[in-house]
């Protein structure tokens, strides 16, 4: 089966998401998203970024953060899956290490 990757020009990543070309300029400068290929001068998105700006709009509309404040929290809701999900794997190694013991 074939991975397909779909991509978005500027324009089309804009209208999609709602965000103007000078607010996406910042939005890329603080990390919140990045092109697929940051060396190309025509950026590119990919559907991971649309996700993660749709993410990044909820929090800007429900806590009325700014960008920057958009960025910090996007990386600790990131960092706390992280570890979510390191507590969980560590859990269940536990449970197996002490069914076997």
Do not use: Y
């Not at 089309?12 to 998401?17: Q, R, Y």
């Not at 092109?35 to 800007?60: G, I, Y």
Request: hydrophobic share 45%.
């Amino acid at each position: 089966m074939a991975n397909v990757t779909v991509t978005f020009t500027v324009t089309e990543f804009c209208l999609h998401t709602g965000v103007s070309e000078e607010e996406l300029n910042e939005i890329v400068g603080l990390g919140v998203v990045e092109p697929c290929d940051s060396q190309d001068e025509a950026w590119r998105f990919d559907d991971r970024a649309v996700s993660t700006l749709h993410r990044a709009l909820r929090l800007r509309n429900e806590l009325e953060l700014d960008w920057p404040g958009i960025a910090v929290a996007l990386a600790l809701l990131d960092e706390n899956a992280r570890l979510v999900k390191e507590n969980r794997l560590l859990h269940h190694r536990l449970a197996r290490f002490i069914i076997h013991s």
